[in-house]
């Protein structure tokens, strides 16, 4: 019972605070600069504009477990989007010590993309906080 709990509500809930948190951060960061307009300077505004706002509401919407996947999914293609263009192909010549926190960020979205948001969440709160293979349990 204690490994269930620990499994359906706790673990994605450190997942969540651990790319939320992240997200938040670095999306207010650039929220800052002047609304997120100025804070690359070979950017296209538009660009920056989507990907500040979008870390930002990806990042809130993962902290508080709503549409989880979804935001993680956004979260994923903003960060990687944002190398991609800043990096192009040089970002597999770069030293692993740099890659490093991309990776983890990247495998991080990739678990809650895959895992879901947890009972301990507003997603968990609609299906009356029961995961559906409990529901599924339960009815049979």
């Known amino acids: 019972m204690f490994e269930a709990f620990l499994k359906e509500k ?4 450190a997942l969540r605070l651990a790319l939320g948190l992240v997200c938040v951060y670095h999306g207010f960061l650039k929220i ?66 740099s890659l490093e926190p991309l990776l983890v960020l990247t495998l991080a979205g990739l678990a809650l993309l895959f895992l879901g948001a947890g009972e301990l969440s507003l ?3 609609k299906s009356g906080g029961a995961s559906r293979g409990t529901k599924k349990k339960a009815a049979a």
């Open 32 to 97: 800052m600069a002047t609304g997120g307009l100025t804070w690359h300077l070979t950017m296209p505004t538009v660009w920056q504009l989507l990907i500040a706002w979008g870390e930002f509401a990806a990042g809130v919407a993962i902290l508080i477990g709503l549409r989880c996947r979804v935001a993680a999914a956004a979260a994923l293609t903003v960060v990687l989007a944002a190398q991609a263009y800043d990096k192009g192909w040089g970002i597999l010549q770069q030293p692993v010590r």
């Open 123 to 125: 997603d968990g709160q």
């Open 10 to 13: 706790l673990a994605p809930l």
